[in-house]
Structures are given as C-alpha cells and as structure tokens.
C-alpha cells in the first residue's frame, strides 16, 4: 500500500487569510516593511467580498441604472421620444467588466510586493500553524510568528428558507440572477437591500420592500431618511414597515412570502438581504482557543489582536462598521501593530457613510436627532440643489446639503447630502470638520473660493443659509 503523502510545509513571517481590502491592507503594509508574507483566499481570484460581490459589483450595477434614468428623463434626448431600457443581464455585463480589472489590479499588488499566494481553505492546526485545503482535496501546511483573519463576512442565511431554489437570492447569489424578473420582493430595507431596491426599481422591475423596522435607515438624520422613502415611494417602491416573514413558499417561477401580519405577498423573485454573518465557522478556532461570537464575529484590542497573543483580525469579521472603507485602515493599522508591538492609529471617530441608492446618501457626523438629545445648540445651513448652476447643468437638481453646526462656536457637527454624487460632496465638509482648533468652522465655506460652478458650491449657500439664522 502506497505511504500517504504528507502536506508540503512552508514557513512565512506572516500569513493573512482573505484577500478583501482587510487582507490587502495587512499584507502589503507588512510586505512593504520587508516581511516574508502569504495570503491565502478560498475563492479563485483575488479580492474579496467587496471586489466579488458586495461593495464593486452592486456600485456598478447602481451606475448604470443611474445613468439609464439619467438618459431616459433628460431633456437632451426627449425628442426622439424613444425611451430606453435595460435588464439586469445587460448591466451584470458592465458589472463583470468592473470586477475583472478591479482582480487583474489587485492581483498585480501582489505580485509586485511577492506576496505568496495560496488557493484553499484555510484552517487553524495551531496558533502558529495553518492548513491550506484546495477544491480539488490537496493540501497544504503554512507556519507563521503571526496570522492575521481578514475572512470578511457572508448573507445570512435563515434555515427555513431554502436557497437553492432558482428563485431566491442573497445579495452573493443575485449577481448570477439569469432570468428578468416583472416583480421582486425585497427583504431587509437596511443598506443592501434599499441599494438594490433602488436598482432594480430602475430597471423598471416591480419592487415590495420589506423593512423590519418602522422607518427606513434608522441611523440617518430623519429628514434624510425620510427623503429616500419619499423618493423610493414616488419611484413605485412599496415599502412595507413593521413587518417579519413567517414563512416563504416557492413554485417553480415564483415566489410567496408570508408575513407574520397576515399578509401574503407575491413575486417572480425573493432578494433576501437581512443581516450578515462573520466567516469564522470553517478556520476551527477551536484549535487554539478563540470562539467567536453569536454573530460570527470576534473579539479584538485596540491593536486588533484577538486573545491569542499572535492573532490578529480585521474588516468584516470583527463587526462595526463593515465597511471596505473601513478595512483598508484597520488592515494597515493592524500590520503596523504586528510590526512594532501596537498601532498609532486608529479609524476617525465620525466614518461618513455612503449608500448608493438613487438619489445617493452620505452623511458624516452627528444627526439632528443626536444633537438635540444631546441639548447641543446647533443651527441648520441648507442647500437645495435645484438652486446650483452646476446640478442645473447636469439635470441633477433633486437633493439637498445640510450643515449643522453649533451656533456659539460655529463648529461644525454634521453634514448630511441626499442626491448625485452625495457620497463625493460629503467629503469636502468632512475634511474641514476634522481640522483642529477654530479650522472646522461653518465660516470656511464662505471666506474661500470654490471653483464654479460646481455642486461644492452647496458648502457655500448652506453656511451663508445657516449663518443668517444666527441672531
Ligand atoms: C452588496 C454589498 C454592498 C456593499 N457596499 C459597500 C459600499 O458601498 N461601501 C463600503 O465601504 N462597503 C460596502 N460593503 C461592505 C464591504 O464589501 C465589506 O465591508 C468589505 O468587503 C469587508 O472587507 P473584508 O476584507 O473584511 O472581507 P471581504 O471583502 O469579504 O473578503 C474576505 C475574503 O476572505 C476569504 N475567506 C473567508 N474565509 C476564508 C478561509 N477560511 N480561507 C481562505 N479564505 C477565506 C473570502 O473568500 C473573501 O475573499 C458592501 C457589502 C455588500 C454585501
């Protein structure tokens, strides 16, 4: 009888498992400063979630909605009195193109900072020491003075819901949605599915929302949120608040949710976007004495090391704020604590928040609400994009800037921008919030020059709007 052979070993300074922006971060900080560093990725490319199916592919699906909405109501093209139209296997197509020169990128970083690579499965033997297991069963032993987690998180998926029925999808697996569907319904209004709901509402597909809770966004100024289910119901989107579905039945083209209400719903298709769980199931933590939480999620310091001394763990997998934005930082911030001893960063207190739904969100700051319960003073500066040249320009009319700022000292508190390219604009103000002493004053966007016309141009009449309001 043939010997079983024995895994090939390799020894690295570090191993980081995961190439989403957590990993990369890690890794190539680490690499940079001369260490001899492996990642390892399960899937076959290179990075992550956010580059396969969450933050890259869901923004260009967006992008080309927009432009499609854009097109059909300018007034450049009404006169050939052809509308166009778009389904969701045409813009996937713009989407996968996106995807493949994001992987050929970060695939050259990589290669460029000779960053091992390994295909497989990735679990835990010891603290110092990782099994590698490939689709096809080979396999691999890694060792490492320290590993960092950066395996991201998934959709989370309820057992009562069978989701290999061709018909119901998660925000990974609707990426691969062949048919075109009249009707979807939407379940979770939170970032993803409102994302989507947006999308597909462009497509000019029949979308029911289902929202948990008794408002949409929840963590957004009200007005903001507001605005997008005002927006969302004036586009066609019903949005169903308050709701829990009891159970979900399938026929062979269509889909019924049932609510706990008593309702019934219908559709060609269920989207079900509620909540994500941390990938940590499969790297046996078991084997060197870490657990993760209910949520799949672990537990880090300040230097992003988990309790065992030479693990550390970043992006997704530790939880708040789940963000890509975010997991580049952490990743950087991590390796410089496995490099000497501890970080001397950390991610700023205020992390604007983009969503991409049509019209586009971002906000950075406090809320009216917060600050209000806080007993803060503050005053409001507005701006109504219809009253720009350059949204005039460009047909982008629909959306608003709003400044809070504290009404003795002028310091600005929160900037909230609901309308095209809100997430761009956003980060003029956040820039000027975070400048120390009396630099994150209301007053700089009236005593500089902006370029004109431009959208920074909302910065402006918002703070002479705000500043006429303090008597
Ligand atoms: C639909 C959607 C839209 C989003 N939009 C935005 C947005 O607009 N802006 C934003 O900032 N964020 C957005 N996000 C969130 C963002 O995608 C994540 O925060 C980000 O991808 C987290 O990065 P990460 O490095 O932690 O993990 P990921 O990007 O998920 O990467 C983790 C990697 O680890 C690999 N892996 C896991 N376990 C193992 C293992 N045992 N062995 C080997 N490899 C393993 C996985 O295959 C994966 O490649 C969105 C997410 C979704 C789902």
Redesign the pocket.
Known sequence: MAAKQKAPSYHYDAIV???????EGVAMQLAKAGKKVAV????DAVG???TH???IP??ALRHSVSRLIEYNSSPLFADNHLSRSLTFSEIMRHASGVVNSQTRLRSSFYDRNRVTLFHG???FIDAHTLQTVREDGSKDIVTAGQIAL????RPYTPKDIDFNHPRIYN?DTILSLKHDPKSIIIYGAGV?GS?YASIFRGLGVKVDLVNMRDRLLSFLDTEISDALSYHLWNNGVLIRHNETYSSVETTDDSVILNLESGKRMRADCLLFANGRTG?TD??KLENIGLQADSRGQLKVNENYQTDVENVYA????IGYP????A?YNQGRFAAEAMLAGKTHASLVADIPS?I?TIPEISSVGKTEQELTAAKVPYEVGRAQFKHLARAQIASTQTGSLKILFHRETKEILGIHCFGERASEIVHIGQAIMQQKGEGNTIDYFVNTTFNYPTMAEAYRVAAINGLNRIF
């Open positions: 498992i995961g190439t989403g922006p957590g990993g390892v990725e399960r899937y992550g979630g956010c199916w969450g933050t869901s923004k499965e990735a679990s950066a395996t991201g998180s925000s993803i994302e990938n499969k790297l970043v992006g997704d997998v789940s963000l890509a934005s997991a983009g991409y």
